[in-house]
């Protein structure tokens, strides 16, 4: 084999080589965000991980900045110009501008701001992938075996509250089930199994009721329901062998509420958000149009600290924090995404198409339940805007590459025409 053969062999590979600033910028965005919502003795407190946070977006956005001929969304900035006025009427509105100013570089690092920047956005994907199915794991043998960390709730593992767990378990189980449609193993399948059972084990109807809906977009557009029902079953006689334990490690209850699904069999159909709906929909009413003031809260639940902030729903959470207007700028960047992702024809590369597709369907549903849309320094935010981000993104390309194409097919058939002429 010739010297230059092996020169054309090589190239290919040297255009697949990761820059070291996006792979540190990528490794300091997911090391920051998991760590600070994980239950594992850091020894950093909360305030100087929110920090840390803060930092890798900065970091990561300044590296974008320099190193890129960035594309902006026009569609995301009025969204987030749209968001302004709600500062405005808030109580607090230096509060309100630095915790805007953290939700934009957010959407800035990972999100849909600068639609032409892939290569950390599918860094920061597949990396976040990896750790997902780690912490969804190790939360499972950790619960079983008895080992309690810090953390909130009866059944968090790894992570550092139950209702973080649940949807971490949710995106992994996701993942491996759209990874199974196009490879099947069966440590695949066991896998999978595991993450349903610890999702369950978590007690989260939001997250049970996302991870099911997730699934069921890819049945209908796949037709993959063997599988799914081999697994949905699988998954329930494991749930009835395994045990968890309150704070003092002492069984949970009998029978069914002694198993995974001793919190679901307790909440049952009780109501836990309708006082916090109540409390967005007040709000909402008080200010309609721009809000009572971004990531603010003017009615808080009668049990709760009135320096935390618990939305209890992010579509309502839009409306009572930025009004009308920030909902408007929300459909106006979210419709034209889900109608990407849910058209046969989409540009969207296959190979990302399923997993976002899942992910896209779970947050659609989760969103209803939990209020962390806006929260920048929450991994659920990290987690649902590195979702559309990707989206925005690998859309963008494909749309780019189909309209090249269509270019060079015009040009062939009107150079043809000019032969034949």
């Known amino acids: 084999m010739s ?3 092996l020169s054309l062999q090589r190239r290919p590979r040297a255009a697949t080589v990761v820059p070291p600033g996006a792979f540190a910028c990528a490794t300091f965005l997911i090391g920051t965000f998991f760590l600070r919502s994980s239950s594992l003795p850091t020894g950093f407190s909360g305030q100087h991980m929110f920090l840390a946070c803060c930092v890798s977006l900065v970091a990561t956005v300044g590296y974008l900045v320099a ?12 969204f987030l110009l749209l968001t302004l006025p709600s500062i405005r009427a808030a109580a607090d509105t230096q509060d309100a501008a630095l915790r805007w100013v953290g939700w934009c570089m957010i959407v800035a690092a990972i999100g849909p701001l600068f639609v032409n920047e892939l290569k950390v956005k599918l860094l920061v994907l597949n990396g976040t992938r990896r750790v997902l199915l780690f912490c969804a794991l190790g939360s499972l043998l950790i619960n079983l075996a008895g080992i309690r960390l810090t953390g909130r709730g009866m059944f968090f593992g790894l992570m550092g509250h139950t209702m973080i767990l649940a949807p971490v378990c949710a995106l992994a189980a996701l993942d491996l089930f759209c990874t199974l449609k196009q490879k099947r193993s069966r440590l695949g399948i066991l896998l999978l199994i595991a993450c349903c059972v610890t999702c369950v084990g978590t007690g989260s109807r939001g997250a049970v009721a996302g991870l099911g809906f997730g699934i069921l977009t890819h049945v209908a557009h796949r037709r993959q329901g ?4 081999a697994a949905t079953l699988s998954a329930l006689v494991a749930v009835s ?3 968890s334990t309150d704070d003092e490690g002492q069984s949970v209850g009998k029978d069914l509420s002694s198993g995974l699904y001793s919190e679901i069999a307790s909440k049952g159909t009780n109501d836990t958000r309708g006082e916090l709906w109540a409390a967005r929909l007040h709000e909402f009413a008080s200010s309609p149009v721009i809000g009572v003031g971004f990531q603010q809260q003017t009615v808080f639940r009668r049990d709760a600290d009135e320096n935390s902030l618990e939305p209890g729903s992010s ?6 924090m930025t009004g009308i207007v920030g909902g ?7 419709a034209p995404l889900g109608a990407g992702l849910l058209r046969r024809a989409s540009t969207i590369p296959s190979e990302y198409r399923d997993l ?3 992910w896209a369907a779970f947050f659609s549903l989760h969103l209803v339940v939990e209020g962390y849309i806006y929260a920048s320094g929450s991994l659920l935010c990290f987690l649902f805007w590195l979702t559309i981000g990707c989206t925005a993104a690998l859309e963008y390309q494909g749309r780019r590459l189909q309209l090249r194409q269509r270019t060079i097919l015009r040009s062939r058939q009107s150079r043809k025409l000019e032969r034949a002429a």
């Open 315 to 320: 579509y309502l959470a839009i409306l009572s």
């Open 226 to 229: 063997i599988m799914v029902i």
């Open 67 to 78: 190193n890129w001929k960035l594309e902006v969304s026009p569609v995301c900035v009025a």
């Open 241 to 243: 062998y395994v045990h």
């Open 356 to 358: 976002l597709r899942g």
């Open 328 to 334: 408007i700028g929300f459909l106006l960047l979210m």
């Open 3 to 5: 010297a230059r053969s």
